[in-house]
């Protein structure tokens, strides 16, 4: 049993930064975990994974997130740098068995930390 706790949401002004975290409790080694977000009525979308330490993003993120992992502490980071108000959505902590970028995918989920991003 995996059990996922995020952290780090807020309120930023457009242009700013967040750091999220994502402690994980449980055996993660090896599993790929990933990010996704959901904003109001619409559906839950991936944003980054990673694995080995090799990170992926969707286009719409690529070049401002970055997701990095210290296995020592078993935590997950996603760094989002020149936020856009279309970032706003609860961002989600995720855990895989296998690979790729459909939440369908995902077994584990933490509880999920708002991001707002005010223009």
């Known amino acids: 049993q995996v059990q996922l706790v995020e952290s780090g949401g807020g309120l930023v002004q457009a242009g700013g930064s967040l750091r999220l975290s994502c402690a994980a409790s449980g055996w993660t080694f090896g599993y790929t975990m990933g990010w996704f977000r959901q904003a109001p009525g619409k559906e839950r979308e991936f944003v980054a994974t990673?694995?080995?330490?090799?990170?992926y993003y969707a286009d719409s993120v690529k070049g401002r997130f970055t997701i990095s992992s210290d296995n020592a502490k078993n935590t997950v980071y996603l760094q989002m740098n020149s936020l856009k108000p279309e970032d706003t959505a609860v961002y989600y902590c995720?855990?895989?068995?296998?690979?790729?970028?459909?939440?369908?995918?995902?077994?584990?989920w933490g509880q999920g930390t708002q991001v707002t991003v005010s223009s």
């Open positions: 995720a855990v895989s068995h296998g690979t790729g970028t459909n939440p369908q995918g995902y077994t584990y």
């Open positions: 990673i694995r080995w330490g090799g990170g």
